[in-house]
């Protein structure tokens, strides 16, 4: 066989992110460039004013719902799951990360070589996004974000009949649950719905709008609510969802004696759940744990593996003595929203 070129030759570490030089084209990258392939829609991955992006019809919605249309993309070009195309010798081709709706991992192939940027992902099930799927390369470049062997996430499922126990258990009270408006709030309501909840879900009008991108694009979610729209006793037994930030504020002190709960990976931190005021910690998390990272890093069968943001240097460790070259990218402005992001006072 030929020898291949290594992937550090033509996938390139910049200022603006990974660059495929060959293809002229950056993976999520932190600033402005003339094309952008976006592996989902969280804004740490996902920035406005690029002039051509490709990615997923979904995260293309996504992103022009966040973003208004225009700023996500002068010209926008959608690609499905497992659909190939090719880019300056480059192939390119999606497949399903199963982080959020649409997310995807960017697969590409030049003289042989094959790397794959997942972007953010996890491993366990999740009906509002496409299932992770494993593909074979010769680098993979992976998130970090708890990669430490203390975060281990529970079942979903149980996490969520916990929340349920305890609005049966107070039947008067509010439970407001604190969660990322793009991902987390439309899995928890179709989680919701799989277990039975059948009466309307409210939501902060932070949520609205993504919840009513899902709908467009085949999630259903059930019966929604704005929750500033509602009586106050309508509010009694109900369940609420808000950005993490509005659920210790004045905005959950007007609901009827709120249990404050929040749907988030680092809720297997017991002193993160305290500092936040949450009295119901759900560990549900968008990324993949430990475990998932190590099992996810074996079975791609990469020798090399790039680590993009979290704890880069337990992973890298933890290759190592496995056997697979780590390494740090060190890329800035990743895990700076949504699920990933670490709140400052946790930084000492
Ligand atoms: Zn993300
Ligand atoms: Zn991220």
Known sequence: ??????????????????????????????????????SHGHSDHARPGHQHVLATRETLAIMTARMGEGRSGVTQQALAYGEPMTIGGVRVWLRP??????????????????????????????????????????????EATFALPVFRHPPAEAEIAKLLRSAALFPERTHVVGCY????CQRLIAMLRRAGWDRPVHLH?????????????GIPLG??????????????????????????????????????????????????????GVELPLIISDHADWDELLTTCEQVQAPEIWVTHGSEDALVHALGLRGIRGRALHLVGRGEEEDAAAPAEDAA
């Not at 408006?181 to 987390?184: D, R, T, V």
């Not at 709960?261 to 936040?276: D, E, I, L, N, T």
């Open 181 to 184: 408006s793009l991902g987390k």
């Open 97 to 142: 990360a199963g982080h959020v709706l649409g997310s995807a991992q960017i697969c590409m192939e030049w003289q042989g070589s094959r790397a794959v940027v997942s972007g953010d992902y996890k491993r366990h099930a999740d009906p509002t996004a496409a299932g992770f799927e494993v593909e074979p390369c010769d680098v993979f470049v992976t």
């Open 223 to 276: 019966v929604l609510r704005t929750a500033t729209a509602a009586r106050k006793d309508e509010l009694k037994g109900a369940i609420v969802l808000a950005p993490p930030s509005a659920v210790a504020d004045r905005w959950a002190r007007r609901l009827a004696e709120p249990v404050v709960a929040a749907a988030s990976g680092w809720m297997r931190v017991r002193q993160r759940a305290k500092q936040g």
């Open 205 to 217: 009008g932070a949520h609205v709008a993504l919840c009513e991108v899902y709908e467009t694009l």
């Open 1 to 38: 066989m030929l020898s291949m070129p290594a992937p550090s030759t033509w996938l390139k570490i910049t200022p603006a992110g990974l660059f495929c030089e060959p293809g002229g084209f950056f993976v999520d990258p932190t600033r402005v460039v003339d094309r952008a392939v976006i």
